[in-house]
């Protein structure tokens, strides 16, 4: 079966950290880019950060950067998205989606509005900031 799972996600709070961890069964993620995205209670699905599989080049929203830091280790077939210095705003169900026409530039994977728009996307796991 082909699948992403995430996992890692808790309640923590502001200030604290997280590390999501994003593993794939049933096909190697050697040649997807990688999309971490999220999406917070009412409102629209926003890209985090991605990495590509040719350079392993990484981009970010402005939103977190400085803060999240996105890593890929193919060897165990999974992709990290580090989290420090939380904020409420960060609060949300995190996503995974990989997909090989990013492969090369996975920047505007950051802007698709929709998880259907990748080859394929996991279930999710819920972050929530607060004291």
């Known amino acids: 079966q082909l699948q992403l799972v995430e996992s890692g996600g808790g309640l923590v709070q502001p200030g604290g950290s997280l590390r999501l961890s994003c593993s794939a069964s049933?096909?190697?993620?050697?040649?997807?880019?990688i999309t971490w995205l999220r999406q917070a209670p009412g409102k629209k699905l926003e890209g985090v950060s991605c990495i590509g599989s040719s350079d392993g080049s990484v981009y970010y929203a402005d939103s977190v950067k400085g803060r999240f830091t996105i890593s890929r280790d193919n060897a165990k077939n999974t992709v990290y998205l580090e989290m420090i210095s939380l904020k409420a705003e960060d609060t949300g169900v995190y996503y995974c989606a990989a997909d090989r026409g990013w492969a090369y530039y996975c920047a505007d994977s950051l802007y698709v509005g929709s998880l259907d728009e990748f080859d394929y996307r996991g279930q999710g796991t819920q972050v929530s900031v607060s004291s």
């Open positions: 049933g096909f190697t993620l050697d040649y997807h880019a």
